[in-house]
């Protein structure tokens, strides 16, 4: 069952700034601090803070010039809370409706309302990123762990690209003529054909050697038997000797056609270049490979970044916000479309109010400083705000023409 929401039923404060003392029994929805500058309107409101805000929310210079102490008595119905400052601290006791101390009162008060509880119009001289913080706080939207995840996400990203960019880089540089083969020459092989071709060569002019060598034998063994009859049976045997010899180089067979060492030679001369160019490719290729795979790895980080945009989308699709056309923007907070900051002075201040009403579901006071800058029809609207809000707003505004006004002069109630 939802706890009912406090206002201030009393308010009792002595020597805090330019209060002397004063005692505020507010009625209403609005209670409205008036008076001349400088007369301790302002030094209500910062009593206020001081006894619900906590020692961060106490200057170093809290206490009436003249005075030892100041104290802040607040009546919340439910709790009643009592601060005392001194020169040398602060202290804070919060009872309940029994007079029971509670402990870690202070505790109890930040569940109770948050900063922009004090001055709703705060909300609006923050930073837009700051407004989106505060917003995703009200909404209960905690984009912390998925925020950390994209980043991470952005940053391997990022790494990737480079490194594939680098990759495709070296590739480009690496020029290599066109026809280059996939693998290097094998210049051993070649030399060994080279080698293999000369020893084929040398054995095929041996062979011609030997036949021409029987050519000449029975050339002249012609020559004998023409020019000495008397040597005709000699010059027969000879020839029958070379004629035989002769029929048994012809019978060997013929001689394997000779090698081209001229084309090997050239591919010996043009090895080394290929290979270098052989291996440049291969270079190439492996850093066109490399930056392909870098450029698979990028885009499933972008997906899984895109992901974790959806999630947070659906995320943000799915809230409901304390005014309608308010919604979390890339750079801060929007209103029917357009940046908050462009809306009309009167949205603004609906919006800023209604933040701080939903932030505080419990303890719905507000303080607004500076109210004399709200014109008669904003004034009225955040009265009506607070009214059908149950809260209890409290107002500093120069003068004394505002009906039922709490007219503080010289840091006492008029």
């Not at 505790?107 to 609006?124: G, T």
């Not at 012609?222 to 019978?251: C, I, P």
């Not at 052989?278 to 895109?306: F, M, S």
Request: net charge neutral; proline share 4%; glycine share 6%.
């Amino acid at each position: 069952m939802a706890q009912p929401a406090m206002t201030i039923v009393s308010l009792e404060v002595s020597n805090v700034k330019r209060i002397r003392a004063v005692t505020i029994h507010p009625e209403g929805s609005v209670v409205i601090l008036g008076g001349q500058n400088e007369q301790g309107k302002t030094s209500v409101l910062d009593a206020i803070e001081f006894a619900l805000g906590g020692a961060k929310a106490i200057p170093s210079d809290p206490i009436r010039h003249g005075a030892k102490s100041a104290y802040v008595i607040a009546d919340l119905g439910d709790l009643i809370v009592e601060r005392v400052i001194t020169k040398s601290g602060t202290n804070l006791t919060v009872r309940n409706r029994a007079g029971e101390k509670q402990t870690s009162p202070q505790a109890i008060l930040d569940k109770l309302c948050s900063r922009i509880a004090f001055d709703p119009l705060d909300f609006l001289r923050e930073e837009p990123a700051k407004q989106n913080e505060i917003l995703r706080r009200l909404v209960g939207l905690d984009f912390t762990a998925s925020n950390a995840k994209r980043e991470a996400l952005f940053a391997a990203r990022t790494k990737i690209n480079r490194d594939a960019k680098s990759a495709r880089a070296q590739s480009e540089s690496l020029v290599v003529p066109g026809g280059t083969p996939d693998v290097p020459v094998n210049l051993a092989e070649l030399l060994a054909q080279i080698r293999a071709a000369h020893e084929e060569r040398e054995l095929v002019n041996g062979r011609e050697r030997q036949i021409q060598a029987a050519r000449d034998a029975l050339a002249r063994a012609d020559v004998a038997l023409a020019g000495a009859e008397s040597a005709l049976m000699r010059a027969k045997l000879a020839k029958r000797q070379a004629q035989t010899e002769l029929d048994a180089f012809s019978n060997q067979p013929a001689a394997a056609p000779a090698v081209d060492v001229r084309a090997l030679e050239a591919q010996v001369a043009t090895a080394e270049t290929v290979n270098r160019n052989v291996e440049r490719k291969k270079k190439r290729d492996q850093h066109e490979a490399d930056a392909n795979a870098l450029d698979e790895q990028a885009a499933e980080l972008t997906a899984q970044i895109e992901a974790v945009d959806a999630e947070q989308r659906q995320a943000l699709a799915a809230i409901t916000y304390p005014v309608p056309g308010l919604a979390l923007g890339e750079n801060g907070p929007t209103f029917d479309g357009v940046p908050l900051d462009q809306a009309s002075g009167a949205q603004r201040i609906r919006i800023s109010v209604a933040i701080g009403l939903a932030l505080n579901p419990r303890l719905k006071v507000l303080l607004v400083r500076d109210a004399s800058l709200l014109d008669d029809k904003s004034l009225a609207m955040v009265a009506e705000m607070a009214g059908s809000a149950g809260a209890q707003v409290w107002l500093e505004r120069v003068g004394t023409g505002d009906p039922g006004a709490v007219i503080i002069s010289d840091g006492q109630v008029l």
